[in-house]
């Protein structure tokens, strides 16, 4: 039994985003192959109760980042006087930093993304993205072991922050499948959900947020509806670029044509997927994997993606067709069309549901996680 300690940064069901998703799937997932897991997060006091006491929550998210800081060292000294760990996992530099004077075990980063470079794209200025890198420098600095998702940040880890590929292990994210194992059909999950019928549905589940692509697609969304009027884009997600996604919307005179969702329970999340005709990952930059894009195909639901990132290392494998040629807007409006005209072809949901069986269970993926620590 391998005893190992994951510093994330939030707690799921209170905080969404692809990190906290794949934190929250470590915990529940990599016990089954002989490991003991307990996490350090920000968050509610619910959170221990909530994990069924793995997971052990130091302080709001919403509190000072000295404040945090401060919490996040008294929990770790009082977890590590009740647990010796063999291992620490980081998959959040910033809540690692205040504790790496106090840690023994080796440590396996999980590098989920270039941090100081996403806060560039979304418009951070240079110091604070200086500070970000600093701030990951000094934490990649203990690591043994780094865990990427795909090739291409594998390649962001070696360009960006001189990391060595020797020390670089490539495991993919993985899916819930019971989750995502959905038996409507269209119509039927648009009944449940009160969508409209009969018309072609796009769903994007993204981040709110400037590198996500949104605004791309939504102006292509007025490119392809000359074509097919009655196209339909839902849009799944919170984030600070809402108002701004609404006003392009309006201003495109595209109310009848592409709606904002908003936050989507969980639970409610595969009804959504199975609703639509396929899903569609605009991604401008930095994108790591595209856990979504397993979901989506979980639900037996097709894919297009833009060729960004490690989106093709998934999509490419089960059907070249789901990867579009770009990421502009002319791009994503010439792929959506194609579909809808039956000139692209997408893969049937059954290959879909089998392609990530094979390939993305957790079971697998869990398997090849404790091979690195195991290594470490």
């Not at 919490?71 to 620490?88: G, M, N, P, S, V």
């Not at 949901?349 to 390939?359: G, L, T, W």
Request: charged share 20%; with cysteine; aromatic share 8%.
């Amino acid at each position: 039994m391998m005893n190992v300690l994951q510093i994330g940064k939030g707690w799921f069901p209170e905080e969404s985003g692809g990190l906290n998703r794949y934190f929250y799937d470590c915990t529940k997932y990599l016990p089954s192959n002989s490991m003991n897991i307990q996490g350090l997060v920000t968050g509610s006091e619910q959170v221990l109760t909530m994990s069924e006491q793995q997971v052990f929550s130091s302080s709001s998210a919403t509190t000072s980042l000295v404040n945090r800081w401060a919490e996040l060292r008294r929990t770790f000294q009082a977890i590590r006087q009740k647990q010796h760990h063999d291992l620490l996992s980081v998959h959040f530099a910033m809540y690692a930093l205040p504790i790496l004077d106090l840690v023994h075990s080796p440590v396996v980063v999980h590098f989920h993304g270039p941090w100081a470079f996403e806060g560039q794209a979304e418009g951070n200025r240079w110091l604070r993205a200086q500070i970000k890198k600093n701030v990951e420098k000094l934490v990649y600095g203990q690591a043994k072991q780094f865990i990427v998702l795909s090739s291409a940040f594998k390649k962001i880890l070696i360009s960006k922050y001189d990391i060595p590929a020797s020390i670089i292990s490539i495991v993919p994210g993985g899916v819930d499948l019971d989750r995502f194992n959905c038996s409507l059909q269209p119509q039927q999950a648009r009944q449940q959900l009160g969508w409209e019928s009969g018309r072609p549905t796009i769903l994007a589940v993204r981040r709110l947020a400037k590198r996500m692509g949104l605004e791309q697609l939504i102006m292509a969304v007025s490119q392809v509806r000359k074509h097919h009027p009655d196209v339909l884009l839902k849009i799944a997600g919170k984030g600070n670029q809402f108002e701004t996604l609404q006003g392009l919307i309006d201003s495109l005179d595209l109310k009848q044509n592409v709606e904002l969702l908003g936050y989507v329970d969980d639970a409610v999340l595969p009804v959504c997927y199975q609703a639509a005709d396929f899903s569609i990952v605009p991604s401008q930059s930095l994108e790591g994997f595209g856990l979504i894009c397993l979901e989506s195909l979980a639900t037996g639901t097709p894919v297009l993606g833009t060729p960004v990132g490690g989106i093709p290392e998934v999509l490419r494998p089960l059907n070249a067709q789901m990867v579009l040629d770009g990421n502009q807007t002319g791009d994503l409006a010439q792929g959506i069309k194609e579909v809808l005209a039956g000139d692209r072809v997408l893969p049937q949901s059954q290959q879909c549901r089998q392609y990530v069986e094979k390939n993305y269970s957790w079971q697998t993926v869990s398997k090849q996680l404790r091979a690195v620590y195991q290594s470490v």
